[in-house]
């Protein structure tokens, strides 16, 4: 198998030796800004499901006073 220096530099352990020394935190930031976008979809998506819950809670109750007694 050949080997090029592509895939020397590809190695991500060879990588954070040799990378920059704010290469960690750029990752870092990266994740944190990740995980924030993450809650917030979590949060709306929350949201929404108590939004149809309600609506679904509202559509049971109207199916209810329309039954025949």
Request: aromatic share 2%; net charge negative.
């Amino acid at each position: 198998m050949k080997t090029s220096p592509r895939d020397f530099i590809r190695d991500p352990v060879l990588l954070e030796f040799l990378g920059p020394p704010n290469a960690g935190q750029v990752q870092e930031s990266e994740l944190e800004q990740e995980q924030e976008q993450e809650q917030e979809q979590e949060q709306e998506q929350d949201e929404l499901r108590a939004e149809l819950d309600r609506e679904r809670a509202v559509l049971e109750e109207r199916l209810l006073k329309q039954r025949p007694r």
